[in-house]
């Protein structure tokens, strides 16, 4: 017989991704199935109601978007379906590409200072004059 070979990194590797990929999975039924106990099974945004294998396809969203924020209470949490969560995903991310505002917060300032308009008051006055 032949001893064992010691793992390779790529070995460890692999088996380090397992393992969080089946904490994560665990994690995740915890907070689902508490959810679905707290809220009924419908959608918050489109208003879709969910039973039998359709429940499946409503996922819980987490409003703060910390997934490991999950008070006993349901507080962080709503139900969406599969195509309202990925809604919810995107817009925050074209919010962050685009550099827009969501209502709430403060307005950004420009981040320049050149204005390209300083001068054109003078020059007109001259003109006219």
């Known amino acids: 017989m032949r001893p064992k070979k010691p793992a390779s990194g790529q070995d460890k590797a692999e088996e380090f991704m397992a393992q969080a990929r089946r904490e994560q999975q665990g994690r995740m039924q915890g907070y689902r199935e508490r959810a679905l106990k707290l809220f009924p099974a419908v959608c918050a945004r489109c208003g879709r109601e969910f039973e039998g294998k359709k429940l ?49 917060e403060e307005e950004q300032k420009p981040s320049t200072t050149f204005k390209p308009f300083a001068g054109l008051e003078g020059l007109l006055k001259d003109k006219k004059e």
């Open 56 to 104: 499946a396809q409503l996922t819980v969203h987490h409003k703060d978007h910390n997934h490991d924020n999950n008070p006993p209470d349901g507080s962080n949490w709503e139900l969406l379906c599969l195509y309202c969560h990925e809604n919810e995903h995107s817009r925050s991310f074209h919010e962050d590409w685009y550099d827009v505002t969501t209502a709430g």
